[in-house]
């Protein structure tokens, strides 16, 4: 069994756990449900954005510990206030550390959109991350066929959510539907962990043009910035890099400044 797959069994449990404690029905009046959110996409698009999508991640299967005691209170409005064009909270706890209240805490902190990251495979956590705060969810292509697919996209444009889909090769483009707003192109192999800048690059040239490319994880550096925003990437997601600093909001204020200095010069 690979990790994803063990990641999805384990996902199955959690769904059933979760709808057994919380029908679909209460869901719906959590806080967040009626709430209007901002669009992912005009957040990216915007003059001088620059695309970076900062993520809140504690640990991961392929670092281990990145930021085990990270506190969202302490990172999110430092994110915000760097400029970024979108945050990105995983919610999954066993394999990220995460959970719901870290994306509804990250919505009371802050007005920008905000992308639930999850390995969604049922209805349920697509009415859950609207329940919890997202203005966007996850959806994962190596996990899902075309029709969960359509499913999972056409509910979340219906809740009012955009949708970001992860693609790893060029075989994954038939799961693209016309509820996905954004595609994102993961520079890592979620099966082997390898990150390779160059395939995603490859692959962008083939996306629908009426979807927003976004780079996804081993984003190091300003010059990867550069290279995957020639390539054609809007925008940038980027976890490890800031979470693993010793003031993440502090390294994402840092990169922001030196990708606005250079972006300018370049033009
Ligand atoms: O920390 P990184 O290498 O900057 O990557 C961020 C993000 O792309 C990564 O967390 C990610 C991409 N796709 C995922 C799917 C599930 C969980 C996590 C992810």
């Known amino acids: 069994m690979n990790?994803?797959?063990?990641?999805?069994?384990?996902?199955?449990?959690?769904?059933?756990?979760?709808?057994?404690k919380v029908s679909v029905k209460e869901l719906k009046y959590y806080?967040?449900?009626?709430?209007?959110?901002?669009l992912?996409?005009?957040?990216?698009?915007?003059?001088?954005?620059?695309?970076?999508?900062?993520?809140?991640?504690?640990?991961?299967?392929?670092?281990?510990d990145?930021?085990?005691?990270?506190?969202?209170?302490?990172?999110?409005?430092?994110?915000?206030?760097a400029g970024v064009s979108g945050i990105s909270i995983l919610t999954d706890h066993d394999f990220f550390g995460g959970c719901n209240e870290d994306l509804t805490r990250?919505?009371?902190?802050?007005?920008?959109?905000?992308i639930r990251k999850e390995f969604i495979i049922d209805p349920y956590q697509v009415y859950e991350a609207k329940a919890i705060g997202a203005s966007a969810i996850l959806l994962i292509g190596a996990i899902l066929d075309k029709t969960e697919a359509l499913e999972l996209a056409a509910l979340a444009n219906a809740l009012g959510m955009q949708v970001l889909f992860e693609i790893h090769d060029e075989k994954e483009l038939e799961l693209l539907n016309s509820y996905v707003q954004m595609v994102g192109i993961n520079n890592r192999n979620l099966?082997?962990?390898?990150?390779?800048?160059?395939?995603?690059?490859?692959?962008?040239?083939?996306?629908?043009?009426?979807?927003?490319?976004?780079?996804?994880?081993?984003?190091?550096?300003?010059d990867d910035y550069l290279k995957l925003k020639n390539a054609g990437f809007k925008g940038f997601l980027m976890?490890?890099?800031?979470?693993?600093?010793?003031?993440?909001?502090g390294a994402c204020l840092e990169f922001s400044q030196e990708v606005k200095q250079r972006t300018i010069k370049s033009v």
């Open 40 to 64: 992912f996409t005009e957040h990216l698009l915007a003059e001088n954005s620059t695309g970076i999508i900062s993520e809140f991640k504690r640990k991961s299967p392929s670092k281990g």
């Open 106 to 114: 990250g919505r009371e902190l802050c007005k920008l959109p905000i």
């Open 239 to 249: 976890g490890e890099y800031f979470m693993k600093q010793s003031d993440p909001a």
């Open 3 to 20: 990790i994803l797959d063990k990641i999805v069994a384990r996902k199955k449990e959690e769904v059933a756990a979760a709808q057994d």
């Open 66 to 81: 990145i930021n085990g005691k990270a506190v969202v209170d302490e990172i999110i409005p430092g994110y915000a206030a």
């Open 31 to 38: 806080r967040h449900y009626n709430e209007q959110v901002s």
């Open 191 to 222: 099966k082997t962990f390898k990150v390779d800048l160059e395939q995603s690059i490859r692959l962008a040239s083939k996306l629908p043009k009426e979807m927003i490319p976004i780079a996804e994880s081993g984003i190091g550096s300003v």
